[in-house]
Structure formats: structure tokens, C-alpha cells
């Protein structure tokens, strides 16, 4: 029999479950709650909530909403998000993440203090993915002049004899930050002024090297995870770099049982998004499946 063992350090992080209980609340009560995207990027997730009531749209819907209850989930939103709200008598329910919250302040501050200085040779860089819900708010809060790099090789476009200061989203590679910052330090013109903020969410960097050493005790590796995950991304990426017996899914349903074909151990893990109940589905998947034919490996060394 296959040994199988969930990541206790895998599924939903602070800000996610912040957000999901916030919006089982407000379901309780009675009434349309509208959520502005998808709650978080995970599609079962969302079809359960959908189940329960809660309603996706997105911005072209929501500006034409009125007199409605929208929950902002934990990427956050820009300014003119809060504007339309108000402008259209819609009730905000935030739950914006409280780490994505402060940076979002700080980004402002940079943003404001470089137009009290008249200064234009500051260039507010955001290490994150162009189009993110996270990264549009952002570079909402720059009025859209922040830059945004996604890799390292982008780091090579800046203007290195201009002033650099450095965010990150919250969910980014912390080990890609620093490596983009040694380019930026090597590089930058005398007399220019390069600053970095790490801004990356420790609850979130700390699973890398959890996810690591899990990925590396066991034959096989089940990633469960959104593929619109952009943390899923970067720790399933992970995963395979220590163990390419990794496979990523979105649902049980995915799972092929040949890939335990000489496997004895299991691991199942995920991303920040990822519900604990989804992992849980797919051990029972596995384990409704599974015969003693699933393992010729050990069959042969008897």
C-alpha cells in the first residue's frame, strides 16, 4: 500500500483564508455578494463558492454595478477601484491581505514623494507578473509609472544612470530578488541612487525550502494547484528541480495512477491557494484506486 502524506505546510495562506471567511460571512447573511475576480486562483475553490452563491465579475461589470456588496479578494485592488465604489454606491468588503496592504502604502509614499520633489529620475521598479491582480494594484497606487520587470533578464532594460527603487510582489521568488539586486548594485551608474525594499511575504518564502525537502522524501510528488497560480508556479517549478517525479493537477480527476507504478511513497502538496480539502480529495482519490498491480517494483522484490 502506497504511504501518502499531505504537506502540513501546504494550502491556504493567511490572506487567502482571511478573504474566504470574509466572504462565507457575508453569504451567511443572505443576499448577492459579488467578488471582484476570482477569489483566489483556484477553480475548485471558486466553483464551491460560486455553489454557495458568491458572484465573479470583473472590472468592466463593475462599473456598472450599483448599490451592490463587492468583496475585494487578498491581491488587492488600485485606487480607482475604490473610486468607482463610491461613485456607484457599492459597498466594499476588503480583504485585501494585510502584507499586500503595506505595500501598497509604500509604493504610494515613493510614488508621492518623487512628485513633492519634482524628482523624474526616480524609477519605482516592481519585480512581479505584468497583468497580476496583485501587480495591477500596485502600479495603480503610481498612477501606472511604475515599471514592471517579471524576470531577471528584464532587470537589463532599466535605465542604470537613473535613481532604482526596488519592490517585489509579495509572492515572487525571494532567491530571483536578490539575484536581480546583484545586477542592479553591479550596474548602477555612479551617483545614481539604488534602493531595495524586500517585500516578499515570509510566510509565502518560507515555503520554498519546506516544499524542498518535502518534494525530496518521497518517490512521487502531486502538486495541487491553479494553473493561473502564480505561486503555484514558482513552487511547483521547485518541486521538479528537486524531484521530476513531480506532476501538477487542478483536481483529482487528473491523477494517473501509472505514475505510482514503482513508486512507495506520496506526496501531496500545493500552493497558497490551494485548499486543504482539495489535497485531501486526492488521497482518497489514490487510495479508492489503488491495487497491489500499481506496484511491480515491489512485487519483483519479493
Partial sequence: ?????????????????????KAEEEL????????????VHNGMEVERLHARGLVTIDHQ?????????????????PPETYAIARRNNIEIIDATCPVV????????KQHENNAETNDSERQIVIF???????????VGQTHSKAIVIEKFDDVKKLDFSRNIYLYSQTTKSLDEFHHIIDYIRAHISPGAEFKS??????????????IAAFAGRHDVVIFVAGRKSSNGK??????????????????????????????ETVGICGATSTPKWLM?????????????????????SR
Fill in 128 to 138: 512581479g507578473k505584468n497583468g497580476h491582480a496583485e501587480v495591477l494594484g500596485l
Fill in 234 to 263: 514558482v513552487l511547483f517549478k521547485e518541486c521538479l528541480s528537486v524531484n521530476p517525479n513531480s506532476h501538477q493537477i487542478e483536481s483529482a480527476a487528473e491523477i494517473d495512477m501509472r505514475w505510482f507504478n514503482h513508486a
Fill in 197 to 210: 525594499f524586500d517585500t516578499i511575504c515570509r510566510q509565502v518564502a518560507n515555503r520554498m525550502p519546506n
Fill in 101 to 108: 496592504l503595506q505595500l501598497q502604502r509604500r509604493i504610494k
Fill in 61 to 77: 461589470q463593475l462599473r456598472r454595478l450599483h448599490n451592490a456588496k463587492v468583496l475585494l479578494r487578498a491581491h488587492g485592488e
Fill in 280 to 300: 485531501e480529495e486526492c488521497r482518497e482519490y489514490i487510495r479508492k484506486r489503488e491495487t497491489p498491480g500499481n506496484h511491480p517494483s515491489r512485487a519483483n
Fill in 1 to 21: 500500500m502506497l504511504q501518502i502524506e499531505i504537506d502540513n505546510g501546504s494550502g491556504f495562506c493567511f490572506g487567502v483564508t482571511t478573504a474566504i471567511k
Fill in 28 to 39: 451567511q447573511k443572505g443576499g448577492t455578494l459579488y467578488c471582484l475576480g476570482d477569489i
